[in-house]
DNA sequence: CCCCTCATGTAAGTGGTTACATGATTTA
DNA sequence: TAAATCATGTAACCACTTACATGAGGGG
């Protein structure tokens, strides 16, 4: 639904070849946005017969020919049209939420693994967007009312720290999550209905587990 | 990949016909995994087929056959197998981020009123969801160690406080944004390229405006 | 010599949405 | 009597992923 509008968005930033895009949807614009060369390549072609982008071959020495897109009067409307168009609140998919719950019906340390370590990944994408942050927008120079070059910067680093703030809340939830699962752990699973894999735990906590 | 795995969940939590699961996308398990009840009823079918779930046809009066959907032995495995494997944390899809970009190359004014239009749907979502907590899972009577049914409790309160930090961080996000917006229409955007459908400013906006 | 980067694509399959369809009962 | 709720489905389409394919050049 809105895939040729992240393209448009990122060839009005900057024009580039498909390859070019399918980097950027790795980092950058891909952080709130995921698409593979594959898709990219396909709706390029698709937005190219529709007139909203124009491609120029460049020719490359030692390397293959790229086209380099940039966005046609067509598709500028096409996404001043859209930015009008309201949205509905996208509703999230979380698998791990399902997890989680699913964790009541299984035992909960394989589930602890798990939490931790999309805890470490988030903890990760974090310090990566932290230092992109310090690169990109760090210790601004300026003072006062910025020019007209900046709205497109200064916007970048409000998505930007919507992913920073994001990334926060993860990490703090998923705390939260693992202290429930070590309690659910701890203080009510017990039984050995589920422990097919589950190395024996120690005596004491075996003692506790008394029903 | 994973709307299977959400519907054995919500099964075992308790079993129900596929038009009671659908409802249950609505709101409970549907505020982090969307379904429609066709997408539901397929998937079903198919489940049922592999034997991961049994239905139960419960004739009703004045109202059509329902059929009465549980977990079977293989589902429950299936579920196993599934919380056992590692996922990938995933990545988010924003629209909303792509059109905040997007902004630099529109007037900023159709975009100011549609993220007020979101902060508003968040802050409700906020709201009923923190009902929800009170009503579910306000005033814990109990003290030390939770017994074995509480479990089940425990981790879709942890969720739900998963859903409710996530609405305040896009709350707050948000706000970000719109000081951001407002920053850009007043100080920056001032030239008539995208004014087509805006009313004119009044005068002493239009003469700080001066380039 | 092998792998990585640059560069572009096709084909097949899965997952999901939208539109269409039916029909009884309850509520306003 | 019109609309909403309960209840189940089919069909067509679109979006997206995964696997496969090619080929040149540079670095270890």
Redesign the interface.
Known sequence: ??IE??I??SL??RPGSGYELARRFERS??????ATHQQIYRVLKRMENDGWVEALVVPQHGRPDKKQYSVADLG?AA??S???D??E??????????????????DPS??IR?VE??RQ??AD?LAHYLAGEERDFGRRTDSG????D???R??????L??GI??E??MI??LD??LA??H??RD???RDDR?RA?APSADPSSADRAAR
């Open positions: 639904m809105a509008h992240a448009l968005v009005l930033e614009i891909g952080y709130f946005w995921t500028r996404l001043t859209w930015l009008h309201p949205i609140p996208e509703t999230v998919r979380h698998d791990l939420a399902v997890k989680i719950r699913g964790a009541a019906f299984d394989a589930l798990e370590r999309h990944a988030h994408r009312p910025y020019g007209p900046d709205a497109e200064e916007l970048q680093h409000a998505v720290r919507g703030a994001y926060r809340m703090a939830w939260d999550v429930t699962l309690r659910f203080d009510h699973f589920f894999d």
